[in-house]
């Protein structure tokens, strides 16, 4: 399903349908809309136990079958543990293996930039940022996080 998740925006519904059904989904907010013909934004929250949530925005390409912006957020209460996004640093060679995709993490979260391989304009990222965020989830509930 994920191969064919940007190729309309019935099929990115179906795909996020599939993937936010799952035991740790409490409840999401995520909406997916056309705004023309060939265009589509997602964008909401998912609320996971314990706390966690991840805000999202897509903007989504179907012509292309591209992503051609996005934003992850990823909350536990109201303190962000990390982000993603695709706003370029050209001059920062640290993240030059994945320009323009990176994570914000901590301490400085704002400044402090990570590359972020597997993150991509080509294919859904959710997938991704969900089985990274599930595996934070079970360090957290065995006291290793």
Known sequence: MADQALES??????FLATLLN???VIRSTISVWSTSPFTGVA???VLFAEGFRLRMR???DFDEHL???YGYEVYRGAEKLYWYDDFPHPNDPTLAATHPHHK??????KRNRIPAPGI???RPNLPQIIQELEEIMAAWNTGEA
Not at 9 to 14: C, K, M, P
Not at 104 to 109: A, S, V, W
């Open 43 to 45: 964008e909401g929250e």
């Open 58 to 60: 897509e903007e989504l």
């Open 120 to 122: 991509s304009f080509t």
């Open 67 to 69: 992503i051609s912006s």
């Open 9 to 14: 925006l019935a099929d990115y519904h179906q």
């Open 22 to 24: 799952r035991p740790g």
């Open 104 to 109: 914000h993490t901590p301490p400085d979260i």
